[in-house]
């Protein structure tokens, strides 16, 4: 059996730490509220036959198979993996992108004025994103910059920058459609840095063709403190091949998804990365809507003595490859996170100005407006820790030390500007007439998120 | 090309800066924090020694900071505001109170080197410049400035009060503020440059302080001091459109030094911290999750994002100066966040060493001491936050007070 998630049905722990007793009172409540919940069920009309095989993205706990994936055949072998190499070291402190990255960040903004963030509002509510619009952005090329041009990508070098600036201008748009349309360049991009020559052949020519496939970069597990270096996911070698069981849990279009890259401890020496192809036998998904990100259809991966071929493990259990993949994840969520405090700043600051209290612009006052400084100072520091981080990954330095820093300071500020972003706007920002609430749900990911998305 | 690491030819700068904090400011550093107002005599060694090394190559001085006056060519510069900046962190990592002690690298110098014309710029060089703006009845509200400047002739007449002056029994010349018709506001607010020993510019007493007790902090009274007009800096004439922008454009180029000491303070109170808990078995590790080390391991990442952040922006202010990029906004973000993470760093190291940090056998607690002013001087956190939230939402001083 899979190791069971935990549940939140019953009764929940009060703060103190004492479960309640159900006493008789309560036992004739329970039943009164689990038959008034099937009579709502009949009555709406929203009860559906027990075998249901649809994945439903809004509710938790339906499970069903993982997506038909289509045959991944390697058409051509290459005769060695191909990979990017890093960009040349640069010598002086330099703040402006080059020109080719402006023209993709202009291209991409306005992609993500026009085409994510008209959509976000819909896309949460049904935690869907619009038919076609992870497509969409595929066709932009948003996934080819990671895989070198002699596999197919338009990549020449190393371009952790580019990325970073790609996701940040996305997540200005809406972060959980972000998510929904980097979640395939994860997988091509873990592709492209860790495959062997036998994986690249295999599943690369998929992401650069005309019908990318839904994929997901699996890490995280459903369970408190979780530390990615220490998994409860497991993965044994059995007869040359691999056998994994365990539950993967914010896992991006997971109804959609023909492809995992999937986190596993391999036989106990530490986690490794497994590509799981979707219509395996023991692969199945459950949606698992969350507070945020929405529009990603985030879903849970369920592992049952799923069984894999040696050509299965990516990047050959290295440790540092898995250490490599940990930090790129997380400088893109910090990219994310830029985008979208951004997208806060830019929204509230209009807002303060037109909305007048006691004859004048809330602005004008001490209160509201040192609010708006400190939200535009901490972004600016977001961001540089995160291009910091990226420059260095992108010219073959060590970045660990400011990955981890960025991301500290982007999950605590990132979500500081979301809640700040709620507050200025008072009752309206609680409201979704106004898109801040969303983007306050959506920031408090940063902080928890490991995986999905990669640079 | 995004890149943000500091320049190869900045190394040997950089290295210059740590040699002389490691081995002139950190042995003396608690000593005149114990004697304030005792003239720091190690130093002026080291001063000479560092002009020498100034007039051979890039300086690491205030006196580096003049804006670059070429247009650049498209290409990116890493100039002397960066080069400055980097090495005043390296020195306030030492002691920042020795290094604002140090001869000819006063704010004042700094004003000169901003706003002086070619011919004050050579005349004034190799001096000792402090700042005199604040007075008994004004601080961050420069343009209620009292100070009076009377045209006399070819000289002007300057009467009034300043206080806070920094480095101002030690200097040679003050940069004074003051107005020439106190009617007509910030516009009419001019900066001269007095010699110490005019008549009727009298050292009143010297502060004693929390922290940065190794910098005599002056009081001055000023009794028809007579100061020629040509050491007015910038234009005489009372510009109302241009207002303030003379005197002010000072800070563009300050705010970012001051958060550089901050930066230099909190870096040394973290190096010193992690040291300190690695002894007692605690070390932070970047990859594994926050919440699941040592509390303090956990505490020690955050304070080392914030400062990274404090650090970054403050290059950031410096390099778009050397690039002529107008920069009020990033320099004035650079202070916030290096003004009041240096303090947060600074305190919460002294409870993560308990009383081995609160201690006077460590320097933990003087840094602690020590950085509290940098969230004051040249500006203070929440003129910081007024300068920022003006630029943010575009609003004059006069609709968002």
């Given at each position: 059996?899979?190791?069971?998630?935990?549940?939140?049905?019953?009764?929940?722990?009060?703060?103190?730490g004492?479960?309640?007793?159900?006493?008789?009172?309560?036992?004739?409540?329970?039943?009164?509220?689990?038959?008034?919940?099937?009579?709502?069920?009949?009555?709406?009309?929203?009860?559906?036959?027990?075998?249901?095989?649809?994945?439903?993205?809004?509710?938790?706990?339906?499970?069903?198979?993982?997506?038909?994936?289509?045959?991944?055949?390697?058409?051509?072998?290459?005769?060695?993996?191909?990979?990017?190499?890093?960009?040349?070291?640069?010598?002086?402190?330099?703040?402006?992108?080059?020109?080719?990255?402006?023209?993709?960040?202009?291209?991409?903004?306005?992609?993500?004025?026009?085409?994510?963030?008209?959509?976000?509002?819909?896309?949460?509510?049904?935690?869907?994103?619009?038919d076609?619009?992870?497509?969409?952005?595929?066709?932009?090329?948003?996934?080819?910059?990671?895989?070198?041009?002699?596999?197919?990508?338009?990549?020449?070098?190393?371009?952790?920058?580019t990325?970073?600036?790609?996701?940040?201008?996305?997540?200005?748009?809406?972060?959980?459609?972000?998510?929904?349309?980097?979640?395939?360049?994860?997988?091509?991009?873990?592709?492209?840095?860790?495959?062997?020559?036998?994986?690249?052949?295999?599943?690369?020519?998929?992401?650069?063709?005309?019908?990318?496939?839904?994929?997901?970069?699996?890490?995280?597990?459903?369970?408190?403190?979780?530390?990615?270096?220490?998994l409860?996911?497991?993965?044994?070698?059995?007869?040359?091949?691999?056998?994994?069981?365990?539950?993967?849990?914010?896992?991006?279009?997971?109804?959609?998804?023909?492809?995992?890259v999937?986190?596993?401890?391999?036989?106990?020496?530490?986690?490794?990365?497994?590509?799981?192809?979707?219509?395996?036998?023991?692969?199945?998904?459950?949606?698992?809507?969350?507070?945020?990100?929405?529009?990603?259809s985030?879903?849970?991966?369920?592992?049952?003595?799923?069984?894999l071929?040696?050509?299965?493990?990516?990047?050959g259990?290295?440790?540092?490859?898995y250490?490599?993949?940990?930090?790129?994840?997380?400088?893109?969520?910090?990219?994310?996170?830029?985008?979208?405090?951004?997208?806060?700043?830019?929204?509230?600051?209009?807002?303060?100005?037109?909305?007048?209290?006691?004859?004048?612009?809330?602005?004008?006052r001490?209160?509201?407006?040192?609010?708006?400084?400190?939200?535009?100072?901490?972004?600016?520091?977001?961001?540089?820790?995160?291009?910091?981080?990226a420059?260095?990954?992108?010219?073959?330095?060590?970045?660990?030390?400011?990955?981890?820093?960025?991301?500290?300071?982007?999950?605590?500020?990132?979500?500081?500007?979301?809640?700040?972003?709620?507050?200025?706007?008072?009752?309206?920002?609680?409201?979704?007439?106004?898109?801040?609430?969303?983007?306050?749900?959506?920031?408090?990911?940063?902080?928890?998120?490991?995986?999905?998305?990669?640079? | 090309?995004?890149?943000?690491?500091?320049?190869?030819?900045?190394?040997g700068?950089?290295?210059?800066?740590q040699?002389?904090?490691?081995?002139?400011?950190?042995?003396?550093?608690?000593?005149?924090?114990?004697?304030?107002?005792?003239?720091?005599?190690?130093?002026?060694m080291?001063?000479?020694v560092?002009?020498?090394?100034?007039?051979?190559?890039?300086?690491?001085?205030?006196?580096?900071?003049?804006?670059?006056?070429?247009?650049?060519?498209?290409?990116?510069?890493?100039?002397?505001?960066?080069?400055?900046?980097?090495?005043?962190?390296?020195?306030?990592?030492?002691?920042?109170?020795?290094?604002?002690?140090?001869?000819?690298q006063?704010?004042?110098?700094?004003?000169?080197?901003?706003v002086?014309?070619?011919?004050?710029?050579?005349r004034?060089?190799?001096?000792?410049?402090?700042?005199?703006?604040?007075?008994?009845?004004?601080g961050?509200?420069?343009a209620a400035?009292?100070?009076?400047?009377?045209?006399?002739?070819?000289?002007?007449?300057?009467?009034?009060?300043?206080?806070?002056?920094?480095?101002?029994?030690?200097?040679?010349?003050?940069?004074?503020?003051?107005?020439?018709?106190?009617?007509?506001?910030?516009?009419?607010?001019?900066?001269?440059?007095?010699?110490?020993?005019?008549?009727?510019?009298?050292?009143?007493?010297?502060?004693?302080?929390?922290?940065?007790?190794?910098?005599?902090?002056?009081?001055?009274?000023?009794?028809?001091?007579?100061?020629?007009?040509?050491?007015?800096?910038?234009?005489?004439?009372?510009?109302?459109?241009?207002?303030?922008?003379?005197?002010?454009?000072?800070?563009?180029?300050?705010?970012?030094?001051?958060?550089?000491?901050?930066?230099?303070?909190?870096?040394?109170?973290l190096?010193?911290t992690?040291?300190?808990?690695?002894?007692?078995?605690?070390?932070?590790?970047?990859?594994r999750?926050?919440?699941?080390?040592?509390?303090?391991?956990?505490?020690?990442?955050?304070?080392?994002?914030?400062?990274?952040?404090?650090?970054?922006?403050?290059?950031?202010?410096?390099?778009?100066?050397?690039?002529?990029?107008?920069?009020?906004?990033?320099?004035?973000?650079?202070?916030?966040?290096?003004?009041?993470?240096?303090?947060?760093?600074?305190?919460?190291?002294?409870?993560?060493?308990?009383?081995?940090?609160?201690?006077?056998?460590?320097?933990?607690?003087?840094?602690?001491?020590?950085?509290?002013?940098?969230?004051?001087?040249?500006?203070?956190?929440?003129?910081?936050?007024?300068?920022?939230?003006?630029?943010?939402?575009?609003?004059?001083?006069?609709?968002?007070?």
């Amino acid at each position: 059996m899979t190791p069971k998630a935990p549940t939140t049905a019953g009764a929940t722990t009060p703060v103190n730490g004492r479960r309640g007793r159900r006493d008789a009172i309560g036992r004739v409540l329970a039943a009164l509220n689990a038959l008034a919940g099937t009579r709502f069920l009949d009555r709406s009309g929203l009860r559906k036959p027990a075998q249901r095989v649809m994945f439903e993205a809004t509710r938790t706990g339906f499970r069903t198979l993982g997506a038909a994936s289509r045959s991944f055949k390697a058409v051509q072998r290459f005769g060695k993996p191909e990979r990017l190499p890093d960009a040349p070291r640069k010598d002086l402190f330099d703040l402006t992108p080059s020109d080719e990255q402006q023209m993709i960040q202009e291209t991409v903004r306005e992609f993500a004025a026009e085409q994510l963030r008209p959509a976000a509002a819909d896309a949460d509510s049904s935690c869907t994103p619009p038919d076609g619009l992870p497509g969409q952005a595929a066709e932009m090329g948003v996934t080819l910059v990671g895989i070198p041009e002699s596999a197919g990508g338009i990549g020449t070098e190393q371009s952790v920058v580019t990325s970073t600036l790609v996701a940040e201008a996305m997540a200005h748009g809406d972060m959980g459609l972000a998510v929904a349309c980097l979640a395939p360049s994860a997988v091509s991009t873990a592709l492209s840095l860790w495959g062997d020559e036998e994986q690249q052949a295999a599943y690369l020519p998929s992401f650069t063709g005309d019908n990318v496939p839904a994929a997901a970069l699996a890490v995280c597990e459903p369970r408190p403190l979780f530390d990615p270096f220490a998994l409860s996911t497991r993965a044994r070698r059995s007869g040359g091949g691999f056998v994994l069981d365990g539950v993967k849990s914010l896992v991006p279009r997971a109804g959609d998804a023909e492809l995992f890259v999937v986190a596993a401890d391999l036989d106990g020496t530490g986690p490794s990365l497994f590509l799981v192809e979707s219509s395996t036998p023991g692969v199945s998904v459950e949606a698992d809507p969350s507070m945020g990100l929405r529009g990603a259809s985030m879903g849970r991966l369920v592992l049952e003595n799923v069984q894999l071929q040696p050509t299965a493990l990516l990047g050959g259990g290295d440790a540092e490859v898995y250490r490599d993949c940990i930090r790129r994840s997380r400088l893109a969520w910090c990219a994310l996170a830029v985008g979208t405090a951004q997208a806060v700043q830019d929204y509230v600051i209009p807002y303060v100005n037109e909305r007048v209290a006691f004859g004048e612009p809330v602005s004008h006052r001490q209160g509201v407006a040192f609010k708006v400084a400190d939200i535009g100072t901490e972004l600016e520091g977001m961001r540089l820790l995160t291009y910091r981080a990226a420059s260095r990954a992108e010219q073959g330095r060590s970045f660990a030390r400011e990955v981890a820093l960025a991301r500290t300071q982007c999950a605590e500020k990132g979500m500081a500007i979301g809640s700040d972003g709620v507050q200025l706007l008072g009752g309206h920002g609680f409201v979704k007439e106004h898109p801040v609430e969303r983007w306050y749900r959506d920031l408090r990911a940063v902080g928890v998120a490991e995986g999905v998305v990669l640079v | 090309m995004i890149n943000l690491e500091v320049p190869k030819k900045f190394t040997g700068l950089v290295n210059q800066a740590q040699q002389a904090a490691a081995e002139f400011f950190r042995p003396n550093s608690r000593k005149y924090d114990s004697a304030e107002h005792t003239y720091p005599t190690e130093i002026d060694m080291l001063a000479s020694v560092l002009d020498g090394l100034n007039e051979a190559g890039e300086g690491s001085g205030a006196s580096g900071v003049r804006r670059a006056s070429e247009k650049s060519d498209g290409s990116t510069r890493n100039g002397g505001n960066l080069s400055t900046v980097l090495g005043t962190i390296e020195m306030c990592w030492g002691d920042v109170g020795l290094l604002l002690s140090m001869p000819r690298q006063g704010l004042g110098n700094a004003a000169i080197a901003s706003v002086a014309n070619d011919e004050q710029a050579e005349r004034f060089a190799g001096k000792w410049a402090a700042m005199a703006i604040t007075e008994p009845e004004c601080g961050s509200d420069s343009a209620a400035i009292r100070t009076t400047a009377t045209r006399d002739g070819d000289h002007y007449v300057l009467n009034g009060n300043k206080i806070f002056v920094t480095s101002g029994e030690r200097a040679d010349v003050v940069v004074v503020w003051a107005t020439l018709d106190p009617e007509r506001g910030r516009a009419a607010i001019k900066s001269f440059v007095v010699d110490r020993n005019t008549p009727g510019f009298e050292l009143v007493r010297l502060e004693h302080k929390l922290g940065i007790r190794a910098s005599d902090t002056a009081e001055f009274r000023l009794d028809n001091v007579r100061v020629h007009k040509d050491n007015l800096l910038g234009s005489p004439e009372i510009d109302t459109e241009r207002g303030f922008a003379g005197v002010m454009q000072t800070f563009d180029n300050t705010r970012p030094l001051v958060a550089a000491m901050a930066v230099g303070v909190a870096k040394a109170a973290l190096e010193e911290t992690r040291a300190v808990l690695a002894e007692a078995g605690v070390e932070p590790d970047h990859d594994r999750p926050a919440n699941s080390q040592h509390a303090a391991a956990a505490t020690l990442l955050k304070l080392e994002a914030d400062w990274e952040s404090a650090y970054l922006l403050t290059l950031e202010a410096a390099w778009m100066a050397d690039n002529s990029q107008p920069n009020s906004l990033q320099a004035s973000m650079a202070k916030a966040k290096a003004g009041r993470v240096g303090t947060d760093i600074t305190l919460k190291c002294v409870e993560l060493c308990g009383t081995l940090g609160y201690s006077e056998n460590s320097l933990l607690e003087k840094w602690g001491r020590d950085a509290k002013i940098l969230d004051i001087f040249e500006g203070t956190q929440q003129i910081q936050q007024l300068v920022v939230a003006r630029r943010l939402l575009g609003k004059s001083s006069k609709q968002l007070r």
